[in-house]
């Protein structure tokens, strides 16, 4: 086994793991989780070669999972599908955010995203700006959304922005944001990896920095990747559509921070050795 590779894979999944132990998962849960995976990855990229999918026994020798087990996951996966979505008003919430934040015509002389009214025929409007990103709900739905998790607020038929990110606090939200974050950023990661034209994937490390200048710092980095992806939104979103292929992308911040003291090394507790069983 590839021992850098090793180190990599564990240090990518502790905090998953963690995270789970929390939310109930076992040990079981994860590793059926992971044969679904297996299965799905198989199919997806090491069938191309052949120009055909391949065969359940193909995939349990790739896999080494039983070739009944793979039809089973095959079966499973072709009825629900691989990915799991993010809930569509979400989806929709978001993207009016991020043009409301990065778009010129709803900022105010500073480049700040404005106020807007609800409806507006003069002058730019929610509902406008709604229709502008092609949601497929009710304006009145997209804005009870943002209400409901504290990103918006209509006061006398204007609606006024909170927060400059729509951040859900439901669970499923929470949990679909994970997988579609994460999974591309590791899906660029490998890319890099496979080689070929490589993919931005950039951080910046501090091993050892006083914890009085992170206090400091801290709002002005959140800041400064938020005006990277106000930028890159706006860059993007302007941009003519000439007709052709289409294709996805994900551009993302993220920031981290711990204490940079040592990890334990206590000794973990010894169980109580068992008494033996008295004789008969």
């Not at 951040?167 to 994460?182: C, K, M, R, W, Y």
């Not at 921070?257 to 206590?266: F, G, K, L, M, P």
Request: proline share 6%; aromatic share 6%; no cysteine.
């Amino acid at each position: 086994m590839n021992e850098a590779l090793k180190t990599a894979v564990l240090a990518i999944l502790r905090p998953l793991v963690r995270y789970l132990i929390g939310q109930g998962w076992t040990y079981g849960a994860l590793t059926d989780a992971l044969k679904m995976v297996y299965v799905a990855e198989a199919r997806r990229h090491y069938g191309k070669a052949a120009g055909r999918p391949l065969t359940d026994s193909r995939v349990s020798l790739l896999t080494g999972i039983h070739r009944k087990e793979v039809r089973r996951l095959r079966l499973l996966l072709e009825e629900h599908g691989e990915r799991p979505m993010l809930r569509h008003g979400a989806n929709l919430a978001a993207q009016v955010v991020a043009a409301w934040v990065s778009m010129a015509d709803y900022a105010d002389p500073s480049g700040q995203p404005r106020s807007l009214p609800l409806r507006s025929v003069a002058v730019p409007s929610f509902e406008e700006l709604a229709r502008r990103v092609k949601a497929d709900m009710r304006p009145r739905a997209i804005l009870d959304e943002l209400g409901r998790v504290g990103v918006a607020q209509e006061q006398d038929g204007v609606v006024h922005l909170l927060r400059a990110a729509y951040i859900s606090d439901l669970p499923e939200d929470q949990v679909a944001f994970l997988g579609e974050n994460v999974g591309d950023h590791l899906r660029s990661a490998v890319h890099n990896l496979e080689g070929g034209e490589p993919f931005l994937e950039r951080a910046l490390y501090f091993d050892a920095l006083p914890a009085a200048v992170l206090e400091e710092a801290r709002p002005e980095l959140y800041r400064m990747g938020e005006h990277l992806l106000r930028e890159a939104h706006q860059r993007l979103n302007t941009a003519e559509s000439p007709e052709g292929p289409q294709r996805r992308l994900r551009l993302g911040v993220y920031y981290y921070e711990e204490d940079a003291a040592a990890e334990s090394t206590e000794e973990p507790a010894e169980e109580p050795a068992a008494e033996d069983e008295p004789h008969a």
